[in-house]
């Protein structure tokens, strides 16, 4: 995805899936991506923590009209 906005954060990749699945329902284009909290974590645990939920900077608004009523 280029030109993407970050519209939520949540705490898991389970929930970011089930974020992307409602954003998809709704017709909306949707990934996730580790946030840099994580950043040079060197325990193993990489792809542990906190996800952004990303979508194309076109669909903000709607995504985020969508996720107000979760």
Request: net charge negative; proline share 1%.
């Amino acid at each position: 995805m280029s030109d993407v906005v970050v519209v939520d954060i949540v705490s898991t990749e389970a929930e970011a899936e089930i974020v992307c699945g409602l954003l998809r329902s709704a017709g909306i284009e949707c990934g996730y991506r580790q946030t840099n909290v994580g950043a040079g974590a060197s325990d193993g645990l990489m792809n542990a923590g906190p996800k952004e939920i990303i979508v194309h900077a076109d669909d903000e608004s709607t995504a985020r009209d969508a996720l107000q009523d979760r």
